[in-house]
């Protein structure tokens, strides 16, 4: 499982395989071998949901070779091990937003942009505008949600209790 979770490490593809892994009786174990810094939110929880179907019904063993962080870890959590090299770096354990604002380099340039929408939060992260006080409000709420899914998910696949994972969960 190599390279970022999105554009390279496709979560579909592989919870299909997790999934045909799970319901072949010649499978018992299977080792998850990782390099990866993480990437799409939903990919990697995609990922994680997989992986933990998968260690209900067979032993997996995360092995990360080099980068374990982010999302790669998120999915590597449910596994019963994770063994890993020396020199890997593991954990990462936080969400981050972020996107260009571009609508000052528009404005020099003299281009606008129009949008007519069907609700005030319907173009909600546009980089032409900043953002307005209730989008910043909505989205630090979904970071947080997100946060709290990987901290409990960190917990259960670690045997922690969440207060533990806090005190390394510092991104």
Known sequence: MDGAIGPRLKSPEYVKLFRSLQE??????VVLDVDSPGG?????NHLYLAVQALARRKTVVAFIRGLGASGSYLFSCPAEKIVAIPSAII????????RPLVYEVM????????TTKSDTLKDSGSMFRPPTPE?????QELVDDLYQQFLEAVADGRKMTIDQVKTLATG
């Open 135 to 139: 989008e910043e409000k909505k989205e």
């Open 91 to 98: 954990g990462s354990i936080g969400v981050i937003a972020m």
């Open 107 to 114: 404005e020099k340039i003299g281009v606008q942009m129009h």
């Open 40 to 44: 799409s939110a939903t990919g990697s």
């Open 24 to 29: 072949n009786n010649n499978v018992r174990a």
